[in-house]
Nanobody, 124 residues
């Protein structure tokens, strides 16, 4: 079983910064990509940023130039540096690990995993 543990959320004033971390643990053989999604009350979940094991990144248009995603493959950890935060960034941020291959006995099993989420609140 794989667990994703997120940290770094909190309350910040507009214009401030926060750094989110997400560490995956378990009998992990490989991870295709990791990313951050967010969901605000009354809104659909949206992809904020993602990064592949090869280092390719993608961002939602609303966060380009303000957020930076990075990863440490050796630690199965992904980070999201969020700068110039706006009230509209307020949401629950959840970490996702895509196409995680784990070792189960003599078998390799592939699944996607989600973290529980961390609240980010930006006050105006």
């Amino acid at each position: 079983q794989v667990q994703l543990v997120e940290s770094g959320g909190g309350l910040v004033q507009a214009g401030g910064s926060l750094r989110l971390s997400c560490a995956a643990s378990g009998s992990i053989f490989s991870i295709n990509a990791m990313g951050w999604y967010r969901q605000a009350p009354g809104k659909q979940r949206e992809l904020v940023a993602g990064i592949t094991s090869g280092g390719t990144t993608n961002y939602a248009d609303s966060v380009k130039g303000r957020f930076t995603i990075s990863g440490d493959n050796a630690k199965n950890t992904v980070y999201l540096q969020m700068n110039s935060l706006k009230p509209e960034d307020t949401a629950v941020y959840r970490c996702n690990a895509d196409r995680v291959v784990t070792v189960t006995g003599t078998q390799l099993v592939e699944n996607d995993y989600w973290g529980r989420g961390t609240q980010v609140t930006v006050s105006s």
